[in-house]
Structures are given as C-alpha cells and as structure tokens.
C-alpha cells in the first residue's frame, strides 16, 4: 500500500521510538489520523470503552486485545483456566489431571482459605494482588494468624470479588522447592506473540532469559521477608547489595538449555521445555473463548515460568506489558530484536496495517520467532485436547519411559 505508517505511543521507550523511525515511520499525535499505535494497559481501556464510540478502521492497528485481562489479571487468569480444565475433564481428556501442589485459590471467602490452609499447615503460602506487576504487593505466609493480622491491618481487603471496588489478592501454595543454580532462585521470562485467538495463532520467541535472586535460597521461615531470596523480578532484585549491573542477574533461555543439557541430559531438556510450550498453548486456549478477538489487535505477552527441582514448569503469571526498560545492554539488544521481529510479523514490509488481509509468513521473515500453534492446521491433525503429545514443533514426545503421558501444570 501507497504511504509512510504514521505511528502513536505513550510509552516512551527508545526500543520503541527506534524501531519505528527505522522504518521510516511518521510521528503524530493520538488526535491526529493513525495507522498504529503502541500504547499502554490504562490507555487501551479508553479505546475500546463503550462510553468513547472509537472506532478503528481496516488501516489501523493497536497492540493490545481489548479484553487482555482474562490473561493477564490473575484472579481472571485463575477463573478461565480453571473453566478449561472443568471442560477438560468432562470430555475424559488426561491434560485435566491435577497437581495438589499447584493450587491458586481466588479468595472471596475467608473460610474457603482457611480450609485449603489446614490441608497443609506446614507449607508456605503466596500472596498477590492481583492487578499489580513487578512483585509489588507480595509477600509469604506460614501461619495463619499472619494473614488475619495483615487483612486486620491492611487498607485493602484480601477477601474480596474483582468488581467489588477494593484491591483483590490471590493465594497459592509456594514452590518451595525451585530448581537452583549456584544455589539461587531463578524464573523465565518467555515473550510469546498472539496475532489471533479464533482460530489461534501464536509464536514462541526464542530469546527470552532467566532472572536471578541475588541471595541463595533458604525454604528457612526466618527469611519468609526477605523478598531477594524469593522474587525474582529486577524492580526488587535491582536493589540489593549483590545485583550486578553488567549482567543484571540474567541468564540467556539458550544458555540455561546448555546447563540443563550438561547436568540433566538433552532428552529431559527437551521434554522440559517441550512442557513449557504445552502451558502456554493451553493458557491461550483457555481465554479463546472469552477473548473479543478484534482483528486490529494483536499481543506481545510475557509468560513468567519457574521450575521446580522434579524440573517441572510452573506457571506463574502472564503480563500484558511486559518490560521494555533495558537494565543492561544485552538487555537492550534482546529488547530491540523482539520489538523489530514483533513490528516484522504484524506489520510485513513495514507497511501500512490492512486487517482484512490474513497473510502467512515465509519462515524466513519470523527473525526469532517460531510458530508454537496454528489452530487452522492444528484441526487437520486433530484437536489438542485430544492429543497426549506434545506442542507443535517440539523435539521428543513427552511420555515417561512406561509410556504414560507426562503433562505440565499451570500454578
């Protein structure tokens, strides 16, 4: 199409504003006639607001789903999984069966916690609220009268429904027993792109990195506060006295497979990040139904994984949003790459957005990223319900040496 991609953001993010003068976009204002525009959470909200009226033609694109939050907010997150898994079970399907110890509990009842509390009353429990990022609002419990002391004291109420007008929390039993390395706590951060959701199509970004505690982990109930033994995000780990501002606690994805691959062997790294993929697709499953698939719409999530020392994956929240801040250089490089690849994908040739046009990409034009599912392929080879394998693409199958299918959970 004839014209230069007029562009918007109100994130003023160099990884960004680089990316799109590369291409030789043009710069205007959000009053001003758009083609794509890259905004915030809060600013999306106001697009697709009924009170607004805004419509958006077939030239323009924005990145996010109006209704990203059954993902992305954890409590809807929780909901909508949980809805997949009851229909998982009705048809017989073995990807329903349960881990105890992954229970996430939406809490509207106080006595509800304390009845899934007394069932462990040894284990360490998680709390989050459940529309903030970045590890605010956090913290472990053990007791009982740890959480009544909070709730008693806190301005917020721990107990209560999403639309209630007050701060809802989540709960979940703590993995504590997280795969180490250098005796430190590590999770993923994987970036995985949806360019639809009926029929599905999503690619996995090869990229991504592990973030590092500064402080060796201890399950010990005297560091239950201590936030650098057990959060993993840099906005925490960035102030402690051990962070390190060359690396910035980060590993690269391909790096920890080398680790896995010397120390655990490769047929089991494989399965493991086999798993991975096998979470993500179902997460994404889980929300298609519910999500307003808006054909001006696409997602660029950032899936937080952690692994236990079983080496199984465990899913602990997506983020709309993900951080665009680089906190090293090869940081910035990461970020940069997946913000071209990204723009490659959902704007081809750096043209102007046509959204009645569904084209298919040659490999060669994905950069880093790899198709993990495509729904209108996926039916020729029957539906991923009824499958015991693995995500498309993977290297092993994942069964046990008896044959029985292993499969992922979602924390």
């Not at 959000?30 to 805004?54: A, C, K, L, P």
């Not at 740890?146 to 429904?161: A, G």
């Not at 201590?226 to 390190?244: E, P, R, S």
Request: hydrophobic residues 35%; proline residues 4%.
């Amino acid at each position: 199409m004839a014209g230069k991609v007029r562009w918007v953001t109100d994130i003023e993010k160099s990884v960004l504003i680089n990316n799109f003068e590369k291409r030789g976009w043009i710069q205007v204002t959000e009053n001003d006639d758009w083609n794509f525009y890259w905004m915030s959470i809060q600013t999306i909200r106001n697009v697709f607001s009924v009170d607004t009226g805004y419509r958006l033609s077939d030239e323009q694109m924005v990145n996010h789903f109006p209704n990203h939050y059954e993902l992305t907010r954890k409590d809807l997150m929780i909901k909508n999984i949980k809805r997949y898994r009851r229909e998982l079970e009705r048809e017989a399907s073995p990807l329903a069966e349960r881990d105890e110890s992954g229970r996430f509990i939406h809490l509207a009842d106080y006595n509800l916690f304390v009845e899934e509390f007394r069932k462990s009353p040894s284990s360490t429990w998680i709390m989050k609220p459940c529309g903030k990022a970045q590890g605010k609002g956090i913290f472990l419990i053990n007791k009982l009268s740890q959480i009544k002391r909070w709730s008693r004291d806190s301005r917020t109420s721990s107990f209560v429904s999403a639309n209630s007008g007050k701060e809802a929390y989540v709960i979940s039993l703590y993995i504590d027993n997280p795969l180490l390395i250098g005796g430190k706590k590590f999770d993923l951060r994987l970036y995985v792109l949806v360019t639809s959701y009926r029929p599905l199509k999503c690619y996995m970004y090869e990229l991504g990195f592990c973030r590092f505690c500064t402080v060796k982990y201890t399950p010990s109930s005297t560091e239950l506060d201590n936030m650098f033994v057990h959060l993993t995000n840099v906005a925490i780990q960035k102030h402690g006295d051990d962070y390190n501002h060359v690396h910035g606690g980060k590993w690269t994805v391909s790096n920890l497979r080398l680790y896995l691959e010397s120390t655990r062997g490769r047929d089991v790294t494989d399965q493991l990040f086999d798993q991975i993929h096998w979470i993500i697709v179902h997460s994404l499953k889980a929300v298609a139904p519910v999500m307003n698939n808006d054909k001006h719409c696409f997602e660029c999530y950032g899936y937080d994984i952690i692994i236990d020392d079983r080496l199984k994956p465990w899913l602990i929240e997506v983020n709309a949003s993900p951080s665009l801040t680089s906190s090293t250089a090869n940081d910035r490089i990461l970020k940069y790459n997946l913000i071209n690849d990204t723009l490659n994908i959902v704007t081809p040739n750096g043209e102007i957005p046509d959204c009645r046009w569904n084209r298919s990409l040659p490999k060669e034009a994905l950069g880093h990223y790899r198709v993990l599912y495509e729904e209108d392929q996926a039916v020729g080879e029957g539906d991923l319900r009824s499958r015991s394998g693995p995500s498309l693409g993977s290297k092993v199958s994942s069964r046990s040496s008896s044959g029985r299918p292993l499969f992922a959970s979602w924390r």
